[in-house]
Structure formats: C-alpha cells, structure tokens
T-cell receptor
Framework: AQRVTQPEKLLSVFKGAPVELKCNYS??????LFWYVQYSRQRLQLLLR??SRESIKGFTADLNKGETSFHLKKPFAQEEDSAMYYC????????????FGTGTRLKVLA | DGGITQSPKYLFRKEGQNVTLSCEQN?????MYWYRQDPGQGLRLIYY???????QKGDIAEGYSVSREKKESFPLTVTSAQKNPTAFYLC???????????FGEGSWLTVV
C-alpha cells in the first residue's frame, strides 16, 4: 500500500539548532517526493521536491531509496521556520494522485 | 491574479442539509483534488479528477460528491450522509504527471 509516514507530530528546537523532520514512505515504483509547508494563516505551499535537488530557505532533503526516506534538514533553525510541514508522495504509476503524511509541527524557540 | 479560489471561506450548515464548496482555478491545470484536513490526521484525499468529465474516489469519499464539467471548476458537495462533516477542506490543482500541486486557501465547514 502507498503510504507516507511522519512519526513526529511536534518537534521543538531552539533557534540555531539543527532540524531534521522525518519522512518515510511505502511505494512500489519510483516515487516523486515533496515537502510542503503551511505557515500560520497562509495556504499550503511547496517547499521543495526531490527531483529538483534544490535548497529552499536553507532546507534540503535527500531521497534514500534504500531506507525509503525523505527527511527534511536544516543546519540552523530560525524562528520563522515555525510551521506545519507535510511530506507528500506523487503516484507516478498512472493515477497521479498525491498522498500526504500526517504532518509535523515545527516550533523554533528563541 | 492566477491561482485557486475557494468559496466560501467559512460555512455553517445545519445537520441534514447538503452544502456545496466551490473551487475555481485559472492555472490551466488538468488535475484537481479535494482534501480534508483534520488535526493529527494530515490531509486525506476525498476525490480527484485528472480530466474534465472524469473523477475518482479518494480514501474518504463516502458522504461526498463532485462534478467536473469544466476544466477550471471542481465543486465538492458535502451531503447529509457524511457523518462527521465539520472540518477544513482544501482544494488543489496540478498539471498531470507528478508536478507540483497548488492549494487554495481552504474552506471551514461547521455543522451546527
């Protein structure tokens, strides 16, 4: 079954500390993976996708097919990073539907 | 101003009534989606449509219905059969083939 798992509901870190938001997936083919972010009172928006291999706002994520993971990392957290983060998988087998994880709320403490 | 527009933003409904949430996009996207967002449960797919006049059930389609008569519009009807309709509903769209998905601002539905 296709599934995206985010094991942490809440992650609190201090400003300047490293951040890692975990994401594991279950998918039989070659998935496309994304991280979406929802800041307070804003719409859900794309943060990054694995295929572009970009670093957005200091965040990076590497697709590890062996461990079926796509963890989101940032070396030094900022207060403005506080938000809800969702890992998502795009089914490329034909349906092209998107499957989201349950989300992790990141709180960066001053 | 391009994007996805959902309306209304807030809606109250009495038990037993159907209600329709509007979603319009001017991004020329083929695919459109409806998600429900509940605390602690993330985004759950209700219905999706890859092309006009065609749509498929998602993971929680019971009690909901949709139509896709126009490329830019994908309204969602929450029927009286939906047992727990109070939630935040998100509409989204994308080009076909695994591209980025874009979201509307959402609609809050409260059943009173």
């Amino acid at each position: 079954a296709q599934r995206v798992t985010q094991p942490e509901k809440l992650l609190s870190v201090f400003k300047g500390a490293p951040v890692e938001l975990k994401c594991n997936y279950s998918y039989s083919g070659s998935p496309e993976l994304f991280w979406y972010v929802q800041y307070s009172r804003q719409r859900l928006q794309l943060l990054l996708r694995h295929i572009s291999r970009e670093s957005i706002k200091g965040f990076t994520a590497d697709l590890n097919k062996g461990e079926t993971s796509f963890h989101l990392k940032k070396p030094f957290a900022q207060e403005e990073d506080s938000a809800m983060y969702y890992c998502a998988l795009s089914d490329t087998s034909g349906t092209y539907k998107y499957i989201f994880g349950t989300g992790t709320r990141l709180k960066v403490l001053a | 101003d391009g994007g996805i527009t959902q309306s209304p933003k807030y809606l109250f409904r009495k038990e037993g009534q159907n209600v329709t949430l509007s979603c319009e996009q001017n991004l020329n996207h083929d695919a459109m989606y409806w998600y429900r967002q509940d605390p602690g449960q993330g985004l759950r797919l209700i219905y999706y449509s890859q092309i006009v006049n065609d749509f498929q059930k998602g993971d929680i389609a019971e009690g909901y219905s949709v139509s896709r008569e126009k490329k830019e519009s994908f309204p969602l009807t929450v029927t009286s059969a939906q047992k727990n309709p109070t939630a935040f509903y998100l509409c989204a769209s994308s080009h076909r083939g695994g591209n980025t998905i874009y979201f509307g601002e959402g609609s809050w539905l409260t059943v009173v």
